[in-house]
């Protein structure tokens, strides 16, 4: 009898476990070496509980459209036009080179980005000029042109059939959802301080020499960060590449409550302690994924004593930061807590 009942205890709180897993929003980067935070790092993968996949960032982390690690994407969502975001670069191989200067090849002259898109059937959600340029990239992949993604009401049901445009202008809402949900995964483009050029390498060989005469450059669309509200509850802040400004309160933190937040730390946009004041005085999320760090971050999964990284870390009160090592889910429940693979 008390085995019996044991068991019934047992198998009851695996259900329970089992039933709390399924709400949480897994969190995987996808760098150039396992288990490092590396220079190049740009990529992450989110899973909504609903099974909604999105895709931040591509970059020069990833392989291209047939980086296995990357599963269905549903959504790309794009920054801005800087190489090392758009992916004019693919990684040669997972692991290919140090952390610090990893080996890539050209990925010229269509981007990760596109291939990815091209690849995975995905919706494009980024600012208007943006999207239109990745759209035309993945017309010339797919031979055919890049529609605007069908709507179910609000609703863009995924996964799309084609790859489709899902563009919007900063402040924009673009709501998706599986067939089978009741709730849709919201992404709201919010503001950013940088700027979007695009790399010369992507354009066209007229445009190319138009703009080598005078040095200039195409700018597609102002940056953005971006809010993710997830059905769990779950509100993320990606804050692209920007410095600070005044919106990371007003909007991120006042109107939009996030409670998480991945931050970019390359240093020509903020210092660690700029970075730190701005988590804890500006956003104050529960928690924190460091990301975009310019630098060899870790070694062994362990951040390194000197990095840039780990002084923000050490700035950084009253909340955990989580270093965006390649390849290892992180799982957050509704309040911004991570509750596996932290």
């Keep these: 009898m008390r085995t019996t009942v044991r068991l019934v205890v047992t198998l ?28 190049r790092d740009r990529a ?4 909504d509980p609903s099974g909604v ?23 790309v969502l794009l920054s801005h036009a800087h190489g090392d975001h758009i992916g004019d670069q693919r ?18 002259p269509s981007s990760t980005t596109a291939e990815i898109v091209a690849s995975k059937n995905a919706a494009i959600v980024m600012i208007v000029p943006l999207a239109n340029f990745i759209g035309t990239k993945v017309a010339a992949i797919k031979g055919k042109p890049t529609a605007a993604c069908a709507q179910t009401g609000n609703d863009i049901v995924v996964p799309p059939s084609a790859p489709c445009l899902a563009t919007v202008q900063t402040g924009g809402t673009r ?35 138009a703009l080598d005469t005078d040095n200039v450059s195409v700018q597609l669309g102002p940056p953005s960060g971006y809010v993710i509200r997830f059905t769990n509850g779950l509100v993320l802040y990606l804050s692209g590449d920007t410095g600070m400004h005044a919106e990371m309160r007003s909007v ?54 000197a990095s840039r990284t780990a002084a923000f870390v050490a700035l950084v009160k009253g909340r955990p930061v989580h270093p965006a090592l390649s390849g290892k889910t992180m799982e957050f429940n509704g309040e911004g807590k991570c509750v596996a693979g932290c």
């Design 12 to 39: 009851g709180l695996l259900a329970t476990c089992a039933g709390a897993g399924a709400q949480n929003v897994k969190v995987t980067p996808l760098g150039t070496h396992p288990g490092e935070l590396c220079s």
């Design 44 to 47: 992450t993968l989110f899973e």
């Design 53 to 75: 996949r999105i895709l931040y960032d591509a970059g020069q982390s990833v392989l291209g459209g047939d980086d296995a690690r990357l599963g269905s994407v549903h959504a």
């Design 91 to 108: 990684l040669k191989a997972i692991g290919a080179g140090t952390c610090e200067a990893s080996q890539v090849t050209s990925a010229a």
């Design 175 to 209: 709501a998706l959802r599986t067939t089978e949900a009741k709730q849709a995964v919201e992404i709201i483009a919010v503001p950013a301080v940088h700027d979007s050029t695009v790399p010369r390498e992507l354009l066209g060989a007229e445009a190319r020499k």
């Design 252 to 305: 991120v933190h006042d109107y939009y409550h996030a409670n998480l937040m991945q931050l970019n730390l390359g240093s020509s946009a903020v210092s660690s302690t700029d970075a730190a004041y701005i988590v804890n005085e500006l956003v104050q999320p529960a928690s924190v994924i460091a990301s975009h760090v310019n630098e060899a971050a870790t070694a062994d999964g362990k951040l390194r004593p």
